[in-house]
């Protein structure tokens, strides 16, 4: 988070407190020679896989799997 101090007149501030614009509030920062070209610095990968997922009678619809590792998608 970054604190802005802008100073209105004599003796009188504002203060402002945002993200920061380097890293949007994430609180880290890739140079570019650092930055994976593939995803260019995002962290993440967009892939499709397929599961073969043993699914309990009673489970309602649209129930959420989770799958640790595998991101936050939902799976129906």
């Given at each position: 988070?970054?604190?802005?101090?802008?100073?209105?007149?004599?003796?009188?501030?504002?203060?402002?407190?945002?993200?920061?614009?380097?890293?949007n509030?994430?609180?880290?920062?890739?140079?570019?020679?650092?930055?994976?070209?593939?995803?260019?610095?995002?962290?993440?990968?967009?892939?499709?896989?397929?599961?073969?997922?043993?699914?309990?009678p009673?489970?309602?619809?649209?129930?959420?799997y989770?799958?640790?590792?595998?991101?936050?998608?939902?799976?129906?």
């Amino acid at each position: 988070m970054i604190a802005k101090f802008v100073q209105l007149g004599p003796g009188m501030y504002s203060k402002t407190i945002g993200p920061c614009e380097e890293c949007n509030g994430k609180g880290d920062t890739l140079t570019e020679e650092d930055k994976c070209k593939t995803c260019k610095g995002e962290k993440v990968l967009e892939e499709k896989k397929e599961f073969d997922v043993k699914v309990d009678p009673g489970v309602p619809d649209n129930h959420v799997y989770n799958f640790p590792g595998e991101g936050n998608e939902r799976v129906m």
